[in-house]
């Protein structure tokens, strides 16, 4: 008898360990049917063309480190569309004492750059000689402000956090928003060291130098390709809002239309949802992996005629809590991917709010498109009187799940699960990684779980 799998949520995380099952079960076929409770799957990845320009509702972009994502691209036949940052895309700005400054890519260019005071600088380089990491879960800030000092952790690391989880490095958890930087330091014992050593062994470890790294890519029309491709690779029961799992012989989840039977369920959903479906099953589990905090975030897509600012040639800015701006940064997408807009023309993805400023990622649309339009003349010269082209206001009320202090007895929580209630799973971008990659890693590690224990069964 063929068994079935229910992957409750079609976000890539759901849609990518559907993908995953099928493949992997394939002497002993197990069906794999994603519940889907909005009308079409890919959750946060939704792309689509508007005047020319792909619009990007969620994530605009991923890094070439897991060549996992490179794999199911070939399966899913989209080499032909993938596209890569254009070169310009390598200068990255901070905003600095209300300017844009580039950020120093090679030691030297940070000695003489001015994006901290000379003080700033002289800090980072006693890196080395760092008092050790105190017991406990240490923060991202705490880490960043005892090894490169305050005013680096202030500028450097308040924006890479900002610009990855739009979040608050006093609050993150070092080792679970960036477990990578925690493996150097015990490795290395320094991240200066650390770096140096790393550029010498390139060669061999390509993929491991830190973060962020590596070149960003997409496809020709927006991320959206790669769910719709995967939703029409596998299963997707859409309008289905999961609602109650029955636990007898075999699970039944129930929601909006006709329940589905399944051997297993994995739930790939937020974690306030995964924590309502849990709970009758595991109340103490529900209530620890359901405690994950969000952060909102307003994502401003704008598309104007060239002629309406100075040429944009980067990645795009960050800005860090000190400088008290009214947006996150904003991506220059026409620059880095060029492939995505019309000849001529300038596309900005600016984001607003975050942990720190979830106000303002509430605010009336007046109010965000009037900051967003103020930033950008204030910092990238465009000219406040020249009418955009394209000018959406995209919402997320939960856009990124926040890595807090404690976070790893949450996934320790979900990790709990598979003895308390075998057969029932959690994935998704709650617990063990924030961007697309590490969705579809985890999607990839419970996959093997799943097949394993239906092996077993
Ligand atoms: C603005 C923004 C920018 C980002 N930028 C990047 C980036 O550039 N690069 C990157 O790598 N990552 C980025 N991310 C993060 C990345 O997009 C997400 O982590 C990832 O897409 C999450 O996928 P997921 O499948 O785990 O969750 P989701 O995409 O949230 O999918 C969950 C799905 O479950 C469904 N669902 C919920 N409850 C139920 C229920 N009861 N029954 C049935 N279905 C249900 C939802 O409708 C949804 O489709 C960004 C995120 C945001 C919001």
Redesign the pocket.
Known sequence: MTRRVAI???????LALAEAIERKSAGEPIEAVV????AT?G???KSRREEGFVVDD?????LDKEPLVFDLIDRLGLRGDLISANEAAARRYIVRAGALREVPTSPPKFLTSDILPLTGKLRVLFEPFARGRPDGDESVWSFAARRIGRQAADVLVDAMVTGIYGGDPKQLSLASAFPRMREIEDQYGSLIKAQIRIAKEKKQLPARAGQPAGTMHSFKDGLGQLTTALANRVTVRTG????RIEKGERFRVH?SGEPVDADAVVL???AP?TASLLGPHAPAIAEVAGAVPYAP?A?VVHGFDASAAPALDGFGFLAPHVEARPILGSIWASSVFPEQVPAFTLMFRTMVGGARNAALARGTDEEIRDHVRAELAALCGLDRDTPPRLERIIR?AD??PQYEIGHAARVAAVDALEQEVPGLFVT??AYRG????T?VADAERVAGRVVEALARA
Do not use: M, R
């Open positions: 409750v949520g079609g976000g890539i995380s759901g519940l889907e409770a909005e799957a959750g946060k990845i969620g994530p605009h972009g991923f289905f809002v999961a609602d929601g790939a959903i937020p949802a975030i994502v997320w856009a990124i998704g971008n924030v961007a697309l990659l969705c």
